[in-house]
């Protein structure tokens, strides 16, 4: 016999979502509303939650680990508003194969799914023009230390160009299309200036990618509006 849930344990997927549906239908709206609150840390709505979260998304759920499509659709049919966005991002992450999913209970509506797959799009396109800006526009300036990628050896044309290439590689080939999570630079870069286009990269992604994200997947806000 399946346990009822610890406060602030949210339990294995199957069980939550047969608790949400029923606490639902019978309309025990306490225990609906404290089932809710404990998804609020993995599906944060402002940035800086996001950024101290100890677990994202569908992980909250535990072993074995839910089809982001399927809690997406939990989420729409019960309509938990401020998880959508967000619900909607970690869905997009596992590319086509996941978004073509036949598997019972994760084929996700047409609408949202055009929508899932036209922003993770326009945010991989943001981030390419962020990748530029930072190359092109100087704004990491000039490193003393000749080992360095902007070390001040190097002509601006060329410099531009592997830095370029070197972000690049970085964030848009090997992000996996997760363009939340922060740089993993390492050599060419000097430890100086990994840590001040880390810091650039982050006011990208919290300036522009996390306020650009609900309105690209198809919300008004981050609080779900449909």
Known sequence: ??????????PEFTVFASLLRMTTKY?????????????KGAYPTKWEDFETAKVLGENVFGSPNPHP??????????????ALPFAA?????????THASE?????????????????????????ACAVQRVAYTWELGACPKSAC??????GPAKQGMKVLDRISSVLLQNSGGDVLSSLRLGDP??????KQLKNIHREY??????????????????????
């Open 149 to 154: 990628i902007l070390g001040v050896g190097v």
């Open 189 to 194: 870069f000097c430890a100086d200036c990994t």
């Open 27 to 39: 309309g025990f709206s306490d225990i609906r509303e404290a089932l809710v609150e404990d998804l």
């Open 103 to 127: 598997r019972p209970g994760t084929v996700l509506p047409r609408l949202t799914l055009a929508y899932i797959i036209h922003g993770m799009g326009g945010m991989r396109r943001t981030m």
């Open 1 to 10: 016999m399946t346990r009822f849930p610890a406060r602030n344990k949210v």
């Open 69 to 82: 499509n399927a809690v997406l659709n939990l989420f729409l049919e019960q309509r938990i508003k401020f």
């Open 205 to 226: 992604r919290k300036q522009v990618v996390w306020v650009r994200l609900p309105s690209l997947l198809g919300w008004v806000s981050w609080e779900g509006a449909v």
């Open 89 to 97: 991002y970690r869905a997009g992450l596992g590319g086509p194969p």
